[in-house]
């Protein structure tokens, strides 16, 4: 049984060995890396000592046993990682001279796309409490279907739903992923999002707004992730909780957000103050987007305390 159940695109990624690199010429590439955001936020919840569960789908090949080994050796349980004859996804990025990030995804045909409803069985989210879900993870209607289906047992657990939108313009201008992503929305307890997400979600208005908006439906709570800016967490009714970013050298951002979720959560399990879970998961994102590789840089509760510390001149 997990307090944390994910389900979603389990990958390896492809990085372009320099910033300005582009998809359209030949250049070196590093890699391949566990990834996929439901994987990080589960590998990084694991690290910081939840009990996290991960349903998916990886092909029987190299590249599905890299993230199979991985997430075991963190903690994961991947016995709703499920083999099926389909290649692992993959993603490649690039990184643009004004920290803006593009991707080429092979998700929906591979075996992160094959994931369907009839995957999903009632024993896989037993006992969940928080139930969270990548918006990046609606790669197609039939993958929609299969993570609502997971999300109506895991309600009949009690469980509540963690959502980060993880808007990305190469994965979310499929017809019909809007209107999968607003259901989810307005499904939300928890909503972690990044700036970029407030703007897909409500174009033109400014954090509070776009909050105020969101805090109007079933969510309680909103937290809005900053990136090198920190973070802050929203309540209604309360006054807004703010952390500012710790100070790294930036290596490589990507799965920061995925990290911060997982570090989130598990502190919410544990009783945490908010202040105290989003202090602990802007130290995680940070310490994160010093590795190179999107779970390269997660961490433990024992790891972020001594960072913490470190930052803090104790
Ligand atoms: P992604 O979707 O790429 O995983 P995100 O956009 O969801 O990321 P970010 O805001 O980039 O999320 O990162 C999450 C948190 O990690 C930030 O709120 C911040 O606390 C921390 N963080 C990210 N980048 C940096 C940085 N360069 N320096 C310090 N802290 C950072
Ligand atoms: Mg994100």
């Given amino acids: 049984m997990a307090d944390i159940v994910t389900i979603g695109e389990v990958l390896v990624e492809i990085m372009a060995e320099h910033v300005g690199q582009r998809f ?9 890396y566990p990834s996929g955001a439901p994987a990080i936020l589960a590998d990084q919840a694991a690290r910081c000592g939840a009990r996290v569960a991960l349903i998916g789908c990886v092909g029987d090949d190299p590249f599905g046993q890299l993230n199979r080994d991985r997430l075991l050796l963190s903690g994961v349980d991947v016995t709703a990682l499920i083999d099926v004859p389909v290649t ?7 990184y643009r001279g004004d920290g803006g990030r593009d991707f080429v995804y092979h998700i929906a045909n591979s075996a992160a796309g094959a994931l369907r409803r009839d995957h999903v069985r009632p024993t896989m989210v037993d006992g969940c409490r928080w139930f969270h879900v990548m918006g990046s993870s609606l790669v197609s209607d039939e993958v929609g279907e299969a993570i609502l289906h997971a999300l109506a047992l895991a309600r009949r657990s009690g469980a509540r739903l963690s959502l980060d939108p993880n808007a990305r313009k190469e994965l979310l201008g499929r017809p019909g992923a809007r209107e999968m992503l607003d259901r989810l929305v307005a499904e939300a307890d928890l909503l972690l999002a990044s700036e970029e997400d407030l703007e897909h979600l409500a174009p033109g208005r400014d954090e509070a707004s776009a909050v105020e908006r969101l805090l109007r439906g079933r969510a309680t709570q909103v937290v809005v992730k900053r990136g090198a800016r920190g973070c802050a967490s929203y309540v209604s009714g309360e006054a807004v909780i703010e952390q ?5 050298d930036e290596i490589d951002p990507t799965g920061a957000g995925d990290c911060f979720g997982g570090t989130f959560l598990a502190r919410l399990l544990d009783g945490c103050p908010t202040a105290d879970g989003l202090r602990d998961a802007a130290a995680a994102g940070a310490m994160a987007v010093r590795e190179r590789g999107p779970m390269q840089g997660n961490t433990t509760s024992g790891d972020i305390a001594a960072f913490i510390a470190q930052a803090e001149g104790r």
């Fill in 88 to 94: 692992t996804g993959c993603a490649f990025v690039t």
């Fill in 244 to 248: 500012a970013a710790f100070t790294v």
């Fill in 24 to 32: 359209d010429e030949p250049g070196r590439w590093l890699g391949p």
